[in-house]
């Protein structure tokens, strides 16, 4: 070490596949393990109509939203804690310095967006899924039409319980787990509540208001 303390032994916890490598403006080389994914971009083919997906690793979410971040410091966009103490000291200025930032924010968070919404390569953009999110369709395996929260994702598949389902994830030792299936996004095309209303995400307010998002 540069502190000239010998390191005389290491201890390796887990295994990393697949890591991220970063080298610091330190002179430090890090790894981070890749698996963690932050939401699928789900597209469908203008042609055969097949549903897609691109699943977006967290890093590359971080590294979009860092170029937004930029962007807003480089237009003379305030920063939420400059905003929340304008706000104590000058609720009026307050006020008028968020209308007037309204329509700047509005463009570079369209222009710098975490979630890619843009039709591209010919595919057309339906939706995007992360941890956490609902979507109405029919269940994989009996078919019956609810709302399903997405819990895990990994490329190419997308992991879902019903949303009514508050028992424990299915591991060695748990008894009566809860629910669990995944499925591709091409599946997912074909679970439609018929055959006319393809899978839509949905946001469920906390008094059970329901609202369907478009391309979203």
Same mark, same amino acid.
């Not at 706000?87 to 979630?115: F, G, L, M, T």
């Given at each position: 070490m540069s502190s000239g303390v010998p390191i005389r032994s290491i201890r390796i916890g887990i295994v990393i596949g697949d890591a991220v490598t970063i080298h610091g403006k330190d002179g430090v080389?890090? &790894?981070?393990? !890749?698996?963690?994914?932050?939401?699928?971009?789900?597209?469908?083919?203008?042609?055969?109509?097949?549903?897609?997906?691109?699943?977006?690793?967290?890093?590359?979410? !971080?590294?979009?939203?860092?170029?937004?971040?930029?962007?807003?410091?480089?237009?003379?966009?305030?920063?939420?804690?400059?905003?929340?103490?304008?706000?104590?000291?000058?609720?009026?200025?307050?006020?008028q310095v968020r209308e007037q930032y309204k329509p700047i924010i509005r463009e570079i968070n369209q222009k710098h967006a975490i979630v890619n919404r843009n039709d591209r390569d010919g595919k057309e953009f339906i939706m995007s899924l992360a941890i956490g999110e609902t979507v109405y369709m029919r269940h994989k395996k009996n078919k019956e039409t609810g709302y399903f929260v997405v819990f895990k994702l990994d490329k190419g598949k997308i992991y879902l319980t019903p949303h009514w389902d508050a028992r424990r994830a299915k591991a060695a030792g748990i008894n009566n787990p809860r629910d669990e &299936?995944?499925? !591709?996004? !091409?599946?997912?095309?074909?679970?439609?509540?018929?055959?006319?209303?393809?899978?839509?995400?949905?946001?469920?307010?906390?008094?059970?208001?329901l609202k369907v998002l478009v391309r979203d």
């Amino acid at each position: 070490m540069s502190s000239g303390v010998p390191i005389r032994s290491i201890r390796i916890g887990i295994v990393i596949g697949d890591a991220v490598t970063i080298h610091g403006k330190d002179g430090v080389t890090r &790894f981070y393990e !890749s698996d963690n994914n932050h939401h699928t971009e789900i597209l469908k083919d203008k042609k055969t109509g097949k549903w897609s997906g691109d699943t977006v690793r967290m890093k590359e979410a !971080s590294e979009r939203n860092i170029e937004r971040l930029r962007a807003l410091k480089k237009a003379g966009v305030h920063t939420a804690r400059e905003m929340r103490k304008l706000k104590k000291e000058n609720h009026k200025s307050y006020q008028q310095v968020r209308e007037q930032y309204k329509p700047i924010i509005r463009e570079i968070n369209q222009k710098h967006a975490i979630v890619n919404r843009n039709d591209r390569d010919g595919k057309e953009f339906i939706m995007s899924l992360a941890i956490g999110e609902t979507v109405y369709m029919r269940h994989k395996k009996n078919k019956e039409t609810g709302y399903f929260v997405v819990f895990k994702l990994d490329k190419g598949k997308i992991y879902l319980t019903p949303h009514w389902d508050a028992r424990r994830a299915k591991a060695a030792g748990i008894n009566n787990p809860r629910d669990e &299936f995944y499925v !591709s996004p !091409s599946q997912m095309r074909d679970l439609g509540v018929d055959k006319d209303k393809p899978p839509c995400k949905v946001r469920v307010g906390p008094l059970g208001d329901l609202k369907v998002l478009v391309r979203d």
